[in-house]
């Protein structure tokens, strides 16, 4: 299982900012990659995800997105607001194990 | 879009019980669930993978005895924590990849043991 890098750990943006949190791996062979939210006292639930033959896809104001070059996965939220507040995890892409980093925690300041 | 249901969302015991949670799939059939605990403010764990009509896979540390997974279905995988003490009190999560490869969670299982 390769490692997977989040960053930052935590995160704080003004309403209305743009939040931006990155996942990097050693090998970004994939064919479909998540990204996860989770609120306090509940399960994670799928936000947005991508699938190789794309290098982005945009839902709403969340954007993910994939730089090869970089090895790196990338969520964008525009226009962010309190509600975005909670943890969001990005597993590694394809697998059929999936162990997940220790997340980012976003707060949304109002 | 596809959905993983956990039952109960909380429960309190009473230590040396035993406690189980149910995993179902709603609306696909799941050959393969995950078990994670999560602790406040911290990643999911794995647990364990359980495989429909075969025994679970632990991950490393992870007590099988204390920790029994029943997959006696294709849309429900149950977790079992025995003799239960407080130290076992978690949120504990499932998953399950859908048809369409998806991985969708339930909504969680907090488990506090008095």
């Known amino acids: ?110 | 879009g596809a959905v993983v249901s956990q039952h109960p969302s909380r429960v309190i015991c009473k230590s040396g019980t035993s406690v189980k949670i149910e995993c179902r799939s709603l609306d696909f059939q799941a050959t393969t669930m995950f078990w994670y605990r999560q602790f406040p403010k911290q990643s999911l764990m794995l647990m364990a993978t359980s495989n429909e009509g075969s025994k679970a896979t632990y991950e490393q540390g992870v007590e099988k005895d204390k920790f029994l997974i029943n997959h006696a279905s294709l849309t429900l995988s149950t977790l079992t924590v025995t003799s239960a003490h407080p130290e076992d009190s978690s949120f504990y999560i499932c998953s399950a990849f859908s048809g369409t490869g998806e991985l969708f969670f339930g909504e969680g299982s907090r488990l506090t043991v008095l």
Not at chain 1, 33 to 46: C, E
Not at chain 1, 81 to 92: K, V
């Open chain 1, 1 to 110: 299982q390769q490692q997977v890098k989040q960053s930052p750990q935590s995160l704080i943006v003004q309403k209305g900012g743009i939040s931006i949190i990155n996942c990097a791996y050693e090998n970004t062979a994939f064919d479909y990659f998540p990204w996860y939210q989770q609120f306090p006292g509940k399960g994670p639930a799928l936000l947005i995800a991508i699938r190789p033959d794309v290098s982005e896809k945009k839902e709403g104001r969340f954007t993910i997105s994939f730089n090869k070059s970089a090895k790196q996965f990338s969520l964008h939220i525009m226009d962010s607001q309190p509600g975005d507040s909670a943890t969001y995890f990005c597993p590694p892409p394809g697998g059929f194990k999936t162990i997940f980093g220790a997340g980012t925690r976003l707060f949304v300041k109002a």
